[in-house]
């Protein structure tokens, strides 16, 4: 819920320091493009409603950072104008699980293909951020093949936003939805995790286990310290997904659901799907540990997705061996916006039970 201060102005929590930030369009912000560094955002008396809903798409709110815990950070301006609390995700796996390839193809599919089909219109929650993450990942994955690098062990802020709306319903009010991508080394240590706020507030999950995971015996650590650290997780939603799925395309029942590469916010498709794709992993000697968030989870769903469709050329680790294809890498944001309950409908409310 969105809380009120004494002042009665509506706030939004941040989700990298908990503090709560109200909307005060005399004091806000904008990124220098030259010098990297915030400076104050010009909104002349005179400007009109047009003009000004153009530079409030580049705005910024700076957060209080009450207590200083964190460096000074500032949130998009529609983050903080939002009239429910924003969603957020949580990319959760280990360091080579795929779940920075995963985002990337996500992203641009996204991007590519929209929503509208499924009821939901996508758009940048900031414009300069959403930039920088297609030019840094999403193009040179998509478009140049290129392996993209590990999670930043220090990364502590969301990578991408965006602003989401349920076009099926009019009572529904667009949605924040930011993504925090965390490295999978770091999370195999809760100490690491307990100093992340955002696991204390977040709403889904993206738990990424890969193929070679599932032959290795501590790489559901990532899975468990997060686990074990975050509170209600009766109250969560979580998408579980089997990436690098090209790499298991002959074993059965894998081979079946990445030939069906249309999406769906069917509840029973997404329930038959959960099925198999947890009746492969539980089959693993390693597999038991990715599958705690079926049984911890309030909500949960399980996708098979390749990011690539092909492995990493032997000769070149920084290019794909062929031109990366990704398959079923939207299934997963579907599911979750129907978990989370930016998607509303009775359909969408049977998804994940």
């Not at 995963?102 to 509208?116: C, D, F, P, S, V």
């Amino acid at each position: 819920m969105i809380e009120t201060t004494s002042s009665t102005s509506p706030t939004v929590r941040c989700p990298m320091c908990l503090s709560r930030v109200a909307l005060d369009t005399g004091q806000l912000w904008v990124l220098d493009g030259k010098t990297g560094m915030h400076r104050p955002l010009d909104l002349p008396s005179g400007i009109n409603p047009d003009q000004k809903r153009r530079r409030l798409r580049l705005a910024k709110v700076r957060c209080p950072n009450q207590i200083g815990e964190y460096p000074e950070h500032y949130l998009p301006y529609h983050y903080v104008d939002q009239a429910e609390e924003p969603v957020v995700i949580a990319m959760v796996g280990a360091s080579a699980s795929g779940k920075t390839h995963l985002l990337a193809a996500m992203i641009g599919k996204i991007h590519e293909q929209g929503l509208r089909g499924f009821g939901l219109s996508v758009s940048p929650l900031d414009i300069a951020e959403y930039e920088h993450f297609t030019s840094t990942h999403v193009r040179p994955f998509l478009m140049g093949n290129a392996v993209l690098l590990r999670t930043n062990h220090d990364v502590w802020e969301f990578v991408i936003g965006l602003t989401v709306e349920d076009t099926d319903d009019a009572d529904s009010p667009p949605r924040a939805v930011v993504f925090f991508d965390i490295s999978g080394d770091g999370m195999s240590v809760t100490s690491h995790i307990a100093k992340h706020a955002f696991f204390d507030v977040v709403d889904g999950f993206i738990f990424v286990v890969s193929p070679e995971d599932l032959e290795r015996d501590d790489s559901a650590a990532a899975f468990s310290a997060v686990l074990d650290l975050v509170k209600d997780k009766e109250d969560k939603a979580a998408v579980v997904v089997l990436a690098k799925a090209d790499q298991c395309r002959f074993d059965y029942p894998v081979d079946r659901w990445l030939r069906e590469e249309e999406p769906t916010l069917d509840p029973a498709r997404i329930r038959e799907e959960s099925r198999d794709i947890y009746s492969y992993i539980v089959g693993k000697d390693k597999g038991a540990g990715y599958l705690r968030p079926w049984t911890e989870v309030g909500r949960v769903a399980l996708h098979a997705a390749s990011a690539t469709g092909a492995p990493s050329s032997d000769d070149d680790t920084s290019r794909y061996a062929r031109p990366v294809r990704p398959r079923r890498t939207v299934q997963p944001f579907l599911s979750l916006m129907a978990m989370t309950g930016v998607k509303k409908g009775a359909e969408a409310g049977k998804v994940g039970d």
